[in-house]
């Protein structure tokens, strides 16, 4: 197993009750957020990493526009805090970076709403051109 998997096994181990506990309030709390955050709003879109691909000898971000990132997970994060929400997400194509590498939009709706999630995802997909440029910042 790769060394990061290791040390997220390690991690996950090392758990006391009351970390998972107070976990599982934090976890409720941003539950109820974006709960609030759904009131307002029909559906959140974002991008789906926080970077564009890299290449595969590069084991993880290390640093993201000048931010150090602590552990091999943390340039995830977009990612896993959108699962952690229990909302339904999903990831479409949205065009490519200047050097032609692909990037994501991830469509997000509040709890339960799954259909409406993909409805939305088949209209972006049906909408958009797979060959435009995204956003320079994803370069």
């Known amino acids: 197993m790769k060394d990061t998997v290791i040390w997220n096994i390690q991690r996950g181990l ?3 009750g009351r970390d998972i506990s ?3 309030a934090g976890r409720t ?3 109820h957020r974006l709960r609030e955050f759904f009131e307002r709003f029909d559906f959140l879109i974002l991008p789906v990493s926080q970077v564009a691909p890299f290449p595969l000898e590069v084991e ?3 640093e993201i526009n000048g931010v150090r ?3 091999y997970i943390d340039w995830m994060a977009r990612c896993y805090a959108i699962t952690l929400t229990a909302s339904p997400a999903i990831s479409v194509p949205c065009g490519f970076t200047r050097d032609g590498l692909p990037v994501g939009l991830q469509i997000m709706g509040p709890y339960r709403r799954d259909f409406e999630v993909l409805q939305i995802a088949h209209a972006f ?3 958009t051109r797979r060959d435009t440029y995204c956003c320079p910042r994803f370069t």
């Open 14 to 16: 090392a758990l006391s």
């Open 22 to 24: 107070v976990a599982e």
């Open 29 to 31: 709390a941003l539950f």
């Open 60 to 62: 993880w971000v290390r």
């Open 69 to 71: 990132m602590e552990t």
């Open 125 to 127: 997909e049906q909408a």
